[in-house]
């Protein structure tokens, strides 16, 4: 109730803004960042429980201008009348529970509540049954009729904020399209980074290896013992070697997600994270071998990211599927203000995820905590 009033008394105020500002309010630009803010004030209320962060949903309002506008219309009208019922529920309730007990200190005839339809107070007779019966009547209206009432008008936000099938479908494309660059991109700088690995470490070695090989065998004849340091150089080169090739099919796809499953490969990297990290992870089923491996880097980059620039000494891990989507939240205790822009691995997370058609959600806030909530389709 006490959410829904608050709701509604905020709605009659910004209609009376936009009333005042409604010349301004007609320009595309300001009037998609207004529906925006009234957008995630009504998923709070719908989604939310208690006041928190809004909807990972109610991003920006992505429809027609004719529709915004529309919608400022409506929203002006039913903002200032739910406003003013409320306004008179509630305000008569607290009137006539401030002027019931001081009836007897103010002007002859003052009404319970200041209003006209309030009970005329005569006496303490009058004060404590009348007026007190207008008290919990109106405060009665104001429990039962606020909560619906809040709802309603957030539903009707939300409902004409909210994309047509044709605006959904153009906006699946372009989403699609995004992430399918995205994809292409982020597959041509692994390649790459896989090629300058190999090429820059394993290739070097193998060059330096058969260099020793070679000069051992034309030094076979002649100094046995100079043979003898050449080929314990190149076994150690050749561990190098082996070492560094392993490392880059690491990065490809991590053997112990083939030895252990995906459960097994977390619980590794949990046990191995920098920081006290708890795992929970659900019944997951079968899962592609591609969204095990974009599960299990993005739980390693963000332990990582954790570690290294949140100053988090805990760190939790949940892993669930329902139905055909794998949810993944990574959350620490640190400092928050994690910004994907300034390279701290977030954007590759992102580019690894929408590369599978996930989502990704940040909720960073300065002094934290920091929690990554990724969605990733794991269906047949």
């Not at 007190?132 to 936000?157: D, G, I, K, M, S």
Request: proline share 5%.
């Amino acid at each position: 109730m006490w959410r829904g009033l608050g709701y509604l008394l905020g709605s009659l105020l910004t209609a009376a803004v936009a009333v005042l500002a409604l010349p301004v309010l007609v320009v595309p630009t300001i009037a998609r960042a207004w529906a925006s803010w009234h957008r995630r004030r009504a998923d709070r209320l719908l989604l939310s429980p208690r006041p928190g962060p809004a909807s990972p949903r109610s991003g920006p309002v992505r429809v027609g201008a004719w529709r915004v506008l529309g919608w400022l219309c409506v929203s002006i009208v039913t903002s200032l009348a739910l406003g003013l019922v409320v306004v008179l529920c509630a305000g008569n309730a607290v009137a006539a529970a401030v002027t019931v007990p001081l009836w007897w200190a103010l002007p002859a005839g003052t009404r319970a509540g200041g209003f006209a339809a309030g009970v005329q107070l005569s006496g303490w007779g009058t004060a404590l049954t009348l007026g007190t019966a207008q008290t919990v009547v109106f405060a009665a209206l104001t429990y039962w009729l606020v909560p619906p009432l809040a709802r309603l008008h957030a539903r009707l936000c939300v409902a004409l904020l909210s994309p047509s099938a044709t605006e959904r479908l153009a906006q699946r494309v372009e989403t699609l399209t995004e992430t399918r660059a995205g994809a292409v991109d982020a597959h041509g700088a692994e390649l790459r980074r896989i090629e300058r690995d190999l090429h820059d470490g394993t290739q070097a070695r193998l060059v330096a290896i058969a260099m020793r090989l070679g000069l051992a065998r034309e030094l076979l004849s002649e100094d046995p013992r100079a043979v003898a340091g050449l080929l314990e150089e190149t076994q150690e080169s050749t561990e190098e070697a082996m070492a560094e090739l392993r490392s880059v099919l690491r990065t490809i796809y991590p053997p112990i997600l083939a030895d252990r499953g995906l459960a097994g490969a977390l619980t590794a990297l949990a046990t191995r994270s920098a920081i006290d990290t708890t795992l929970d992870v659900g019944d997951l089923g079968t899962v592609p071998a591609a969204v095990e491996a974009v599960a299990y880097f993005t739980i390693a980059e963000a332990l990582t990211n954790a570690a290294k620039h949140s100053q988090a000494t805990r760190s939790t891990v949940r892993v669930a599927r329902d139905g055909d989507r794998l949810s993944i939240e990574v959350a620490d205790d640190g400092i928050g203000g994690a910004d994907e822009t300034l390279g701290t691995g977030i954007a590759g997370i992102r580019h690894r995820v929408m590369a599978l058609d996930g989502t990704v959600h940040l909720h960073s806030p300065g002094g934290g905590p920091t929690a990554i909530t990724v969605s990733v389709p794991c269906g047949s």
